[in-house]
């Protein structure tokens, strides 16, 4: 396990892999979504009966699908931006995958690697798809590491388009 001789990743990481691999960014994705159906759904109740929330609590409720939408999108935002810096600047570093714990619909995955002659171990959180379910304990992967905060890294596959 060790560096590869190219410092980037040729390879741009594709929104999409990002939001639908990286479990924060998932998540957080579906925060406003989710808080906005709901609001929504809430307000007036289609049968004609009146609105399940009240007019009184509905300025509460719109701040909080607010709240949530903002939070939401600085998470997603600030996690699309990593991956990308990490992508740009990092060094690309071989490493093994030491444990998989992918339950439900998410997990984790954590990995070793020496990196400047020591030997580190980080882990991700990951949302269950295709790619994550296909990983196992002992696979060789290809990481790409930040260099500034070398217990930083990603699997490099899992964030590019095949």
């Known amino acids: 396990m ?8 040729q390879r741009k990481p594709s929104l999409r892999r990002i939001i639908w691999t990286d479990y924060p960014a998932f ?15 809430w307000l007036p109740d ?8 009240s007019q009184e609590a ?3 409720f719109l701040a909080l699908a607010a709240l949530a939408t903002i939070a939401g999108l600085c998470v997603l935002v600030w996690r699309i931006w990593l991956v990308f810096k ?3 600047k990092g060094l690309q570093i071989r490493g093994k995958i030491s444990l998989v ?31 994550t379910k296909g990983l196992k304990a002992g696979d060789l992967v290809v990481l790409v590491v930040d260099r500034t905060n ?4 990603f699997i490099r ?4 388009d095949a």
Do not use: C, M
Not at 2 to 9: G, I, K, M, R
């Open 2 to 9: 060790d560096q590869f001789p190219t410092e980037h990743s």
């Open 46 to 53: 289609w049968r004609g009966d009146g609105a399940i929330i």
């Open 157 to 160: 596959d899992l964030y590019l």
């Open 150 to 153: 070398p217990r930083r890294a």
């Open 86 to 88: 990490l992508f740009s």
């Open 101 to 131: 714990d992918i339950r439900r619909d998410h997990g984790w995955v954590e990995f070793f690697y020496i990196f400047d002659h020591k030997e580190y171990t980080s882990r991700i959180e990951v949302h269950r798809n295709a790619r």
């Open 58 to 60: 509905r300025p509460f």
């Open 27 to 41: 998540y957080a994705s579906l925060v406003p979504v989710v808080s906005w159906i709901v609001l929504l759904a």
